[in-house]
C-alpha cells in the first residue's frame, strides 16, 4: 500500500505504530497522535497497566502531551488520529479541548462515544470515521485472542 505524505492514512499508520507499542507491552492496542500543521506534536498509547490509571488511554496522554507542547489547553489547530473511536472519557476531554478534527481507525461498538444519543464531543470538531480500520481492528483482535487464551 502506497501512503501519501500528510494524508489521513499517513498520521493514522503512525498511530498504528503507537498501538503496536501498547500491544508489545501488554496494554489495549490503542494508539494516537495530534498533528499540527502537518507536524506530529505528540504520540501516545494505552499505558493504563503500566501506569495503574484506569484514565490513562492513549488520547488523554497525547491531549496532554499535545497542551505541554502547544502552551494551551486548547487544541483548536489540531487533528488526533486515534486507532480506537475513543470512550466517553476520551471524547468528553477532546470536548474540552476544543479539538478542530478527530480521525478515527475502527468503531469500538462496545464502548464508544457514538454509541450515547448526543454528541458529546466539541460542535466544532470535525470527525473522520473509518481510515485504515481492518488494520486498527486486527490490533484490537490480537490482543482479546491472546487475553481469552490464557
Not at 25 to 37: I, K, L
Not at 67 to 80: E, I, M, Q, V
Not at 87 to 100: E, I, K, R, S
Request: with cysteine; aromatic share 6%.
Amino acid at each position: 500500500m502506497s501512503i501519501v505524505l500528510y494524508s489521513h492514512d499517513y498520521f493514522m499508520s503512525e498511530a498504528l505504530k503507537e498501538a503496536r507499542v501498547a500491544l508489545a507491552a501488554g496494554e489495549v492496542p490503542v494508539g494516537a497522535v495530534v498533528v499540527a500543521g502537518n507536524k506530529i506534536i505528540a504520540k501516545a498509547h494505552n499505558q493504563t497497566e503500566m501506569l495503574t490509571d484506569a484514565t490513562a488511554h492513549a488520547e488523554m496522554l497525547a491531549i496532554t502531551s499535545a497542551a505541554n507542547y502547544l502552551g494551551s489547553k486548547y487544541l483548536t489547530d489540531c487533528t488526533l488520529y486515534v486507532t480506537l473511536e475513543p470512550c466517553v472519557m476520551c471524547a468528553g476531554a477532546l470536548h474540552w479541548a476544543h479539538l478542530q478534527k478527530l480521525v478515527i481507525g475502527a468503531p469500538d461498538t462496545q464502548r464508544g462515544y457514538s454509541l450515547l444519543q448526543n454528541n458529546i464531543l466539541h460542535p466544532k470538531t470535525e470527525v473522520v470515521k473509518n481510515v485504515q480500520p481492518t488494520a486498527c481492528k486486527e490490533l484490537i483482535d490480537e490482543f482479546f485472542r491472546k487475553l481469552r487464551s490464557q
